[in-house]
């Protein structure tokens, strides 16, 4: 039997995977497709880590591992739901929880000293952050709104906030000394295996890394920012935002940079709170409590402290002193600064800027902000989109055209492979980078407390992403511009490769341009403004980001996208949108039983991964449910069957039973296979005649607190209990 594997993975994807896989399962096994699971949340890749501390009923297998070796076969098929890309606050929450269900894993040591705590600290950190995609992603990323779900927001077009020409929202940004400007970039001739050393000025050396291998063609780079830079900068534009009078906000990406930017963050932290630090600084060290893990984490982490009160009141005098600050959730006193993995740059930006370049306030009201983004390698994107936004005004859903992409991701590519050779430099001297024959090909004079990073980049997928591209921009004949800036290093490193490979493909009659990611980002809002689509042509940050800040501006979400992954090898994977929204769809639900997650991207994963199987399976049942589904999900946007915004109407599991009827009646009105389409008539015709009170059933929970046995680790027949609440709607299934 063909197979798929559906990721189990975390939040409300998770949730929702309890309501949708039942459906998904008996209609796939009809056409002899078996759907199988494999668990790659948070809570399954910590246990998998520590078999030796459970008991012979609790060890799972490493199932991240194995669907890293399928993705590099031909034959994989995997729908890959959004995951948890964990900070420390959320890892140490989910090893709490898991120790209260019973399993004897070890605490997360923040400061490691005996081997058996480094022991621990090193399997944390592999499913620590960005864990889950670097692993999967043996290819390259082609990611675009479906036409039905453009045709929705042109029909239906979502709420977009004012702009004003005269809006104070700003990005502040480095510029200088930052991670953009110390770039050095070189590429490897052969392969070769390379060394990460630090010399101290008192002639110390240490070796950071070593035995990293690279293959010829591969391109190297190593970067630092000066954080004696980078608090200045941060001093600077917190005066800035108070002078100004606007919110302060930071935009990082504390969870797929895992290791550079919850030190950031917390220099940010500090940096708001001097007086704080000033006074309080050591014994705060000495409780363990870090700024790293934010404000939330310091909070709570001084509650046994003696002078606990006093660092309250300090917290206190600081937020007032300061610049108003943007709120995560201002009934609750959730701060920019309390947990480093709630304001996720590629999230907030777009959803600032949506709403007419504000955030919220402490006050509870939308207000300018300045949004501080360090590091300048990609902050003049959302510059453009700002100054776009105050010179023509807000873009219309209606009449906008689309910005879709092809990312460069595949092996680990660039940043979001950096965190196995990211340092925060202990002393004053030189990192080095030096291949076999010790030759240095990168050096940098560096501080204590620079953070120091290096990536690669390898030649297949670059030569992959190019072709990708071409592939593209021929299929929809829209120009494909690649966003690369000459003076950056690494950048003018892939343009010479561009360069090189463009000529492999036939680009007659194609638009084809490279440009600089703010000038490039200004091009695409031109033509969208005049209804004109525009690939954006990406490193894998700017893939993430992208693939966030168009979506969520034209169809409101980036839940909605299709996102194909033509792996390299032959297989395929398939991902179902951002879950930058998961917690809060959670926490709803727990409270009042109603689940708003929009599981619309995964219809659209599971339609590309059967018409994928049918390709290369020769399974022709496979195909109709691809097509059918399509059609199904057309008719489930048309008729408006997505969750509502409120309590009281459907939410995701109406929004499953829906997509349920309208794929069984494609099922039983298609005629490629009669016996299929008898099939599923008596279940198309039962769900009908059942609507009401499926419907009833479904909405008749709501309103009561849920309990799903965990937030980490659900227990699934609770889980189950919650998610699949109609019993005449599980009848039905269970007949066909």
Known sequence: MAKIIYTHTDEAPLLATYSFLPIIQAYAAKAGVDVETRDISLAGRVLA??????????????????????????????IKLP????????????????????????????NPTTDEEKAARAAYDKVKGSAVNPVLREGNSDRRAPGAVKNYAKKYPHRMGTWSADSKTDVATMGENDFFSNEKSVVLEAADTLTVTHTGVDGTVTVLKESIPVEAGEVVDATYMDVAALRRFLTEQ????????VLFSVHLKATMMKVSDPIIFGHVVQAFFPTLFEQYGEQLAAAGVSANDGLGGLLSGVESLPEGEA????????????????????????TNLHVPSDVIIDASMPAMIRIGGH?????????????????????GVYSAVIDDCKAHGALDPATMGSVPNVGLMAKKAEEYGSHDKTFEIPAAGTVTVTNAAGDVLISHDVQPGDIWRACQTKD?????????????????????????????????????KV??????????????????????????????????????????VLRDYNTDLFPILEVGTSAKMLSIVPLM??????????????????QQLLEENYLRWDSLGEFFALAASLEHLAGYADNAGAKILADTLDAATATFLENDKSPTRKIGGIDNRGSHFYLALYWAQEMANQTADPALAEVFAPLAAKMAEQEETIVSELNGVQGKPADVGGYYQPVDEKADDVMRPSATLNAALAAL
């Open 238 to 245: 917190i005066a800035r935002a108070k002078a100004e009078d």
């Open 460 to 496: 297949a997928p670059i030569r992959d992403w190019v072709k990708l591209a071409v592939t593209r921009a021929r299929a929809t004949g829209d120009p494909a511009v690649f966003w690369l800036d000459e003076e950056r290093a690494h950048d003018a490193n892939l343009i010479a």
């Open 83 to 110: 995951n948890i890309s964990a900070s420390v606050p959320q890892l140490k929450a989910c090893v709490k929880e898991l120790q209260a269900k019973g399993y004897a894993i070890p605490d997360y040591p923040e």
């Open 359 to 379: 955030m919220w306030g402490p006050d509870g009201k939308e207000a300018d902000t300045l949004a501080v983004i360090p590091d300048s390698s990609y902050a």
């Open 499 to 540: 360069r090189e490979y463009l000529p492999e493909h036939d680009t007659e009659g194609l638009t084809i341009e490279i440009m600089a990611p703010a000038a490039a980002c200004t091009y695409s809002l031109e033509r969208i403004r005049q209804g004109k689509d525009t690939i954006s042509v990406t490193g894998n």
């Open 49 to 78: 880590q520590f078999p030796e501390h459970l008991t012979e009923e609790q060890r799972i297998g490493d199932a991240l591992a194995e669907l890293g070796e399928l993705a590099t076969k031909p034959e994989a098929n995997i």
């Open 311 to 334: 660092i309250k009141a300090a917290v206190t005098a600081g937020l007032a002193d300061g610049p108003r600050m943007a709120m995560v959730d201002d009934r609750k006193g959730i």
């Open 569 to 586: 090898n032959g297989g395929g994977l398939f991902e179902t949108g951002a879950g930058g929204s998961a917690p809060k769809h959670v």
